[in-house]
């Protein structure tokens, strides 16, 4: 499910950026972790980009080890998201009730308070992006 906040984005530090949201996806590993599933990061992934005059960060996707054909089913989630949410909550993000069928997969996806977009799928990857972030980061490109 989709949540979003009330109004506008709140633009954050873009030196503040990247910190932030490594704390997020370190919280977000200890919550999946006993679970048996462990992040593994594809760097390459990680962005300031321009869009419409706005400068958004795209911290990047994540690879959640451990994920199979049990989260395909929409009741094996329960685990998953009452780990989840207490840390998506801790960090400003809205929380999930229930996976929704994107395509042929089963996801959550929920927003924060800067626009940042956090969604996980039952193939195991985590995606943070978009979050609006001040614009030097992006001066130059």
């Known amino acids: 499910m989709l949540l979003t906040g009330c109004g506008a984005a709140q633009e954050l530090d873009a030196q503040q950026a990247e910190s932030h ?3 997020v996806i370190a919280d977000v ?4 972790g006993p679970l048996g599933h462990e992040l593994v990061h594809a760097p390459a992934t990680r962005s300031f980009e321009s869009d419409d005059g706005e400068c ?4 990047g996707n994540y690879e959640a080890d451990g994920f199979g054909a049990e989260l395909g089913d929409e009741e094996n989630w329960d685990p998953v998201l009452e780990a989840l949410d207490p840390v998506l909550e801790e960090h400003g993000f809205g929380t999930a009730d229930a996976p929704r069928r994107e395509g042929a997969l089963l996801m959550v996806a929920v927003e924060d308070a800067h626009g940042a977009e956090l969604s996980l799928g039952e193939n195991g990857m985590v995606r943070i992006h978009g979050a609006l972030v001040t614009a030097e980061a992006c001066e130059g490109q």
């Open 21 to 23: 949201y490594d704390a």
């Open 29 to 32: 590993q200890a919550a999946l």
């Open 56 to 59: 958004l960060y795209t911290p």
